[in-house]
C-alpha cells in the first residue's frame, strides 16, 4: 500500500485527473443543491367560484369569547419534568422533519399524548392576551419568559403533528380546525412585547404554514384562497417589540431619566452597571461601553470624540458637557449615541422593505464606519430577524394565495396551467411584499416555476423561496368548470 509520504509524485502525475474528478463532484452537488431549493407540490385544479368564508384559518371575532389567553398559556407552559418534554419535543421535530411519504398518522398519533387540544383552543378564542409586562420599578404580575415561551412551542409543535396526520387520513375540517387553533394561540403569544417570543412565534407560524401547503396538495383540498386571505396582515406586530427593546436598557440599568443621577459616585456606579450589562450581551472583549474599529479599548484620547459626538446629537448640552467628569460623559454618550443608532434602524423597520431596507443597510453601513461608536448588543440582531422574519411570513401567506389562484384558473380552464400570473383574472394575485413587484413565474413542460425572494441584510436580493407546481389528473375540472 503506497505510503502517505510517498504520495507526492503520485498527485503530481495524476492531478488533472483529480482535479476533473473534484470539478465533476462538485457540479454535481451544486445541480443537486440547486434542484433541491425548490419545494415541489403537485395540486389538483379546484375553483373558488362558490365562495365559502365559513372557511377560514383565523379565528374570527365573533366566535371569540371573553377572556384571558396568557393565562391559560402561562397553566400550559408549565411543566414539572423538562427532561421528559425535551424528549418529547425532539420526537415531534423528527415527526415534522420527515417526508410525506415517511410520515405514518398512526406513528403520529402516538407521539402526540400532550397536545392538550381543548384547552388550546380555549386559549386561541379568547379575546385578548394580557401579557402584564412591567415598566421600569414595577413587580411582575402576568409574565411569559423565554423558556415558558418554549413550552408553548412544544404544545404547538404536537399540534402540527397531529394536523399532519389529519391531512394524510383524509379529515380536513379537523386539520383546518387545528390550523385555526394553532394561529390563533401564535396571535395571541405574539402579543408579548419581547424580540426573541416573536422571533420563536414566527417560526411557530411557518409549522402550520407547511400544513397548509401540505392540505394543497391533498386530492380533496377544496380551494383555499379566501382562507388564506383572512389571517391578519401583518401577522406578526413589530410596533410592540420596537416600542418595548428601544428602553431595554434603561429598564435593565432601572434608570428612568439620566436628569435624576446625581453626584460623581452615581455616575460611576452607573459605568459600572452599564459596563457589566453590556459585557454579558456582546462578546467577552466589550468590556468598556464604546470601541475604536475593530478594538474595544478605554483610549483616553477618545474623550474628545465622545464630547463631539455627544454634542452633535444633544446640542441641548452644549453648557453641560464641559462640566462632565468622565463617568458622567461617557454615560451621556453611551445613551445618546446608542439610542440615535437604535433609531435609524427602528425608523426602516416601520417601513415596507422596499423603503425599509435601504434604511436599515444605511445605518449599519454608517455605524460600521464610526471610529468611535457605541457597543451594539445581540438585541439589534434579533430586531431585524424579527423584521425579515415577519415579512417573510407575510410573503409566504401569498404565494401559497398564488398556488390557490393557479388552482382555481386551471378548473375553470380545462386544467391548463396559466402562461403568466397577468392571464389569473378571477382572482387578485399579490405582489412581492419584499420587492413590491411581482412574484417570478414561467411554464415549461406542463410545470409552473413560482417563486420570490430572500432579502439578505448584508447584501443584495437573492432566490430562494421557490416552488415548482405540477397538476394532477382532475375529471371532474371542466365540469367545475362550467358551474
Not at 504520495?7 to 502525475?13: D, E, I, K, S, T
Not at 414561467?442 to 416552488?467: F, P, W
Amino acid at each position: 500500500m503506497r505510503s502517505i509520504a510517498n504520495m507526492g509524485p503520485y498527485v503530481r502525475r495524476h492531478v488533472g485527473g483529480i482535479v476533473l474528478c473534484l470539478i465533476v463532484i462538485l457540479c454535481s452537488l451544486h445541480a443537486r443543491k440547486c434542484d433541491g431549493d425548490w419545494t415541489e407540490i403537485h395540486v389538483t385544479p379546484r375553483s373558488s367560484a362558490r365562495l365559502d368564508l365559513n372557511l377560514s384559518f383565523f379565528p374570527r371575532s365573533f366566535e371569540r369569547k371573553q377572556g384571558n389567553a396568557a393565562v391559560i398559556l402561562l397553566r400550559l407552559a408549565s411543566t414539572e419534568n423538562p427532561r421528559a418534554w425535551k424528549s418529547y419535543a425532539a420526537k415531534l421535530k423528527c415527526m415534522l422533519a420527515k417526508e410525506r411519504a415517511e410520515f405514518t398518522p398512526q406513528a403520529a398519533r402516538v407521539e402526540t399524548p400532550l397536545v392538550d387540544f381543548s384547552e388550546l383552543r380555549r386559549a386561541a378564542y379568547c379575546r385578548e392576551a394580557s401579557w402584564q409586562y412591567p415598566s421600569i420599578g414595577e413587580q411582575l404580575n402576568c409574565f411569559v419568559d423565554i423558556p415558558g415561551m418554549s413550552n408553548i412551542r412544544v404544545r404547538l409543535r404536537g399540534l402540527a403533528v397531529d394536523c399532519r396526520a389529519d391531512i394524510a387520513e383524509g379529515k380536513l375540517d379537523d386539520a383546518v380546525e387545528k390550523i385555526t387553533v394553532g394561529l390563533g394561540v401564535i396571535a395571541h403569544c405574539e402579543a408579548a412585547p419581547i424580540a426573541l417570543a416573536k422571533v420563536i412565534q414566527i417560526d411557530n407560524a411557518s409549522l402550520f404554514l407547511d400544513r397548509i401547503e401540505e392540505m394543497q396538495q391533498h386530492s380533496k383540498s377544496p380551494n383555499l384562497y379566501w382562507a388564506l386571505s383572512q389571517i391578519p396582515a401583518p401577522f406578526i406586530n413589530l410596533h410592540t417589540a420596537l416600542d418595548w427593546e428601544r428602553h431595554t436598557l434603561h429598564r435593565e440599568t432601572g434608570i428612568k431619566e439620566l436628569e435624576d443621577i446625581c453626584g460623581e459616585q452615581e455616575w460611576k456606579i452607573v459605568r459600572q452597571r452599564l459596563q457589566r450589562i453590556v459585557s454579558e450581551q456582546t462578546s467577552p472583549r466589550a468590556f468598556v461601553l464604546f470601541e475604536r474599529g475593530d478594538a474595544a479599548q478605554p483610549l483616553a484620547g477618545d474623550l474628545a470624540t465622545v464630547r463631539e459626538q455627544l454634542l452633535e446629537t444633544l446640542p441641548s448640552l452644549i453648557g453641560k458637557v464641559p462640566k462632565m467628569s468622565e463617568d458622567e460623559l461617557i454615560v451621556n454618550w453611551f445613551f445618546a449615541m446608542r439610542q440615535a443608532e437604535w433609531d435609524r434602524i427602528l425608523r426602516g423597520m416601520l417601513l415596507p422593505p422596499p423603503q425599509g431596507l435601504p434604511l436599515i443597510r444605511k445605518a449599519y453601513r454608517r455605524h460600521w464606519a464610526m471610529q468611535t461608536r457605541p457597543v451594539y448588543s445581540r438585541q439589534v440582531p434579533e430586531i431585524t430577524d424579527i423584521y425579515t422574519g415577519a415579512w417573510s411570513l407575510r410573503r409566504r401567506i401569498d404565494i401559497l394565495r398564488i398556488v390557490e389562484a393557479i388552482r382555481d384558473f386551471a378548473a375553470r380552464n380545462g386544467g391548463v396551467l396559466p402562461e403568466s400570473l397577468e392571464a389569473i383574472t378571477e382572482l387578485p394575485v399579490p405582489d412581492d411584499v419584499m420587492t413590491a413587484q411581482p412574484f417570478r413565474y414561467c411554464v415549461t413542460d406542463g410545470i409552473a416555476y413560482l417563486h420570490g425572494e430572500a432579502v439578505n441584510m448584508d447584501s443584495e436580493v437573492e432566490d430562494r423561496l421557490r416552488y415548482r407546481i405540477e397538476l394532477r389528473e382532475n375529471t371532474g375540472s371542466r365540469t367545475e368548470s362550467r358551474r
